[in-house]
């Protein structure tokens, strides 16, 4: 027997239906709204950001190989720092975790129009810097140049890193020159993996399906022959890997995946291997020579830039919706002529992500003093630990393509661009190499993430 629906049980279905979700949207405003505003009244007691150090250090002797040359330019990059930012007091803006997530940071959510300082806490971070400019100890697995994959383990201090993977080879060369290196491992914070996944990639008697094997017949090398790695699992242990093999290299080696630290160029949340406030972002960049180009924000005049190949749905919808139009200026395809001029000329340079996120265009839109717009989500942003990313960049939810010219126009006619152009300028010194490293540059900012990262129970003893 077929059942019969009346008329009026739709319309009590639908005023039942009705009901129960402005019930349910009233619950919602409470449960989310008033907690949150009342979590912003008392922010600095729920969410500070203790970077200090978990135990006292002040009694170790800092065995440094040029002490008054490191203490001097030390002084120097501090007194600078405190110059830039003497105007006014700072504002400590802290997320949950400490951390800072493109995922966090749609337009609608977080307004970059409120934020002025670059640093989450400048002070704090001053003082954590200084600590671990003195006791920060790293120990490097030793290799010798006659060990038949010395290409692999050493750094190159011969050649001069290129391309988008430099950032692994600047950064090996700079940690085996540096005074952060010790040779007695019972004094060492974290143990340096020094494999380079760019070279393996390269060799033959690896290549890219050898990774794998490779990596997990080296962990178990090491945690037969040295008693490190087993006493920890290899929690202070720590590899730097630029390339996009890297994040699937651990493989046949899980224990390096969950429990060491990562240092990647893309560091999606959502990237298979990459885990949030474990690992960390370095930035996919290289030394430039000469002297860095600059043009006034007046001088720049077109709105927005973007050139890159169409390899993921987020380009393909960026370059559909403003391919015709004359304030956003997107390619298709990249550029034949330098990318300097278009980097120089605009307001502000678009980051979309690709195949994956990485953060070679945020670097380069950082040098030439373009203001970055991020439109990737869920990316942990280099150095999220230290540096405030609304305070210098815009970071849009790949939702709201179509709204980024509403937004960018929004940011420039409020005169609020011409703050984020000045704190893109401040930053510029975090995003740099140099051949000798230089205080609170890329090298330092990466040691810098280490030391927070570092074991809160250091191991004295080599039982």
């Given amino acids: 027997m077929a059942m019969i629906i009346k008329p009026a049980s739709f319309k009590g279905l639908f005023f039942m239906t009705s009901t129960t979700l402005i019930i349910l949207k009233v619950i919602f405003f409470f449960v989310t709204y008033i907690p949150s505003n009342l979590m912003m009244t008392h922010e600095h007691d729920d969410h500070h950001f203790d970077l200090n150090p978990p135990f006292d250090r002040s009694s170790e002797i800092f065995i440094n190989p040029d002490p008054v040359s490191i203490l001097s330019q030390y002084e120097d990059a501090v007194r600078v720092l405190h110059e830039e930012d003497s105007g006014g007091r700072l504002r400590e803006v802290v997320h949950e975790g400490g951390q800072r997530s493109a995922g966090d940071s749609t337009f609608s959510k977080v307004n970059p129009l409120e934020v002025k300082e670059v640093y989450h806490e400048k002070d704090i971070f001053l003082d954590n810097y200084q600590q671990m400019n003195k006791s920060l100890k790293i120990y490097i697995y030793p290799h010798t140049k006659t060990d038949p994959f010395a290409n692999i383990f050493l750094p190159d201090n011969h050649g001069s890193p290129g391309g988008n993977y430099a950032s692994e080879s600047y950064f090996k060369i700079a940690l085996s020159m540096s005074h952060f290196v010790t040779q007695d491992p019972s004094k060492a914070d974290l143990f340096f993996l020094p494999f380079s996944i760019a070279s393996m990639r390269h060799d033959k008697r690896i290549g890219v399906g050898g990774i794998k094997t490779f990596i997990k017949d080296y962990i178990f090398n090491i945690s037969h022959k040295y008693p490190f790695w087993n006493r920890t699992g290899g929690a202070d242990h720590f590899y730097v890997a630029c390339h996009s093999i890297g994040r699937t290299a651990m493989e046949k080696a899980p224990e390096i995946r969950i429990n060491a630290i990562q240092v990647v160029c893309s560091s999606s949340y959502f990237l298979q291997g990459y885990t949030a406030h474990k690992d960390a972002s370095i930035p996919q960049i290289w030394p430039r020579p000469g002297v860095r180009p600059t043009r006034h924000p007046s001088k720049r005049e077109t709105l927005a830039f973007y050139a890159g190949a169409m390899n993921s749905r987020v380009r393909e919808s960026l370059v559909k919706t403003w391919i015709n139009d004359s304030e956003i200026r997107v390619h298709q395809n990249r550029l034949k002529t330098p990318y300097s001029e278009s980097l120089l000329g605009s307001k502000f340079c678009i980051h979309a992500k690709g195949f994956e ?107």
Avoid at 374 to 383: E, K, T
Avoid at 387 to 402: C, G, K, P, Q
Avoid at 434 to 462: A, G, K
């Fill in 357 to 463: 996120v990485n953060t070679a265009r945020i670097g380069d839109a950082i040098y030439y003093g373009c203001v970055p717009v991020v439109l990737a989500d869920h990316y942990d942003l280099p150095f999220g630990d230290v540096l405030n990313w609304n305070s210098f960049s815009v970071v849009v939810s790949t939702e709201d393509i179509a709204f980024l010219k509403k937004i960018l126009n929004r940011i420039v006619e409020s005169d609020e661009y011409m703050k984020l152009h000045k704190n893109v300028v401040q930053v510029q010194k975090h995003f740099q190499w140099h051949e000798v490293p230089v205080d609170f540059d890329t090298f330092y900012m990466v040691m810098y993430e280490l030391w927070v990262r570092r074991s809160c129970i250091r191991i004295h003893s080599l039982n």
